[in-house]
Nanobody, 124 residues
């Protein structure tokens, strides 16, 4: 069982940056694939980025590749999402997700653990 708590969301102007954090409980954080998803009002929850258990493999949605960076710090049981060059279309609730497996899926249904979400709003 893993509990996830996101932080770091807020209001930022277009072109700005934010860093989201997701702190996990439990002693087996290193055995989890971790990911970020986002959901805008009236839309489905979409994949943003994922990182493998070792941290050596990362995957990104095309819409954020080159602007966002996912990383993990197992000693702190934390996964990060550094977001640069933010655009108004990045506005959404961002969710952290975890999966106790070596696979790195892009579909929300495959992740077993979820945080409560943090709001990111990018003004134009």
């Amino acid at each position: 069982q893993v509990e996830l708590v996101e932080s770091g969301g807020g209001l930022v102007q277009a072109g700005g940056s934010l860093r989201l954090s997701c702190a996990a409980s439990g002693r087996t954080f290193s055995s989890y694939t971790m990911a970020w998803f986002r959901q805008a009002p009236g839309s489905e929850r979409l994949f943003v980025a994922a990182v493998s258990r070792s941290g050596s493999i990362t995957k990104y949605a095309d819409s954020v590749r080159g602007r966002f960076t996912i990383s993990r710090a197992d000693a702190k049981s934390t996964v990060y999402l550094q977001m640069n060059s933010l655009k108004p279309e990045d506005t959404a609730v961002y969710y952290c997700a975890g999966l106790g497996s070596g696979i790195i899926p892009r579909t929300a249904l495959q992740y077993a653990y979820w945080g409560q979400g943090t709001q990111v709003t990018v003004s134009s």
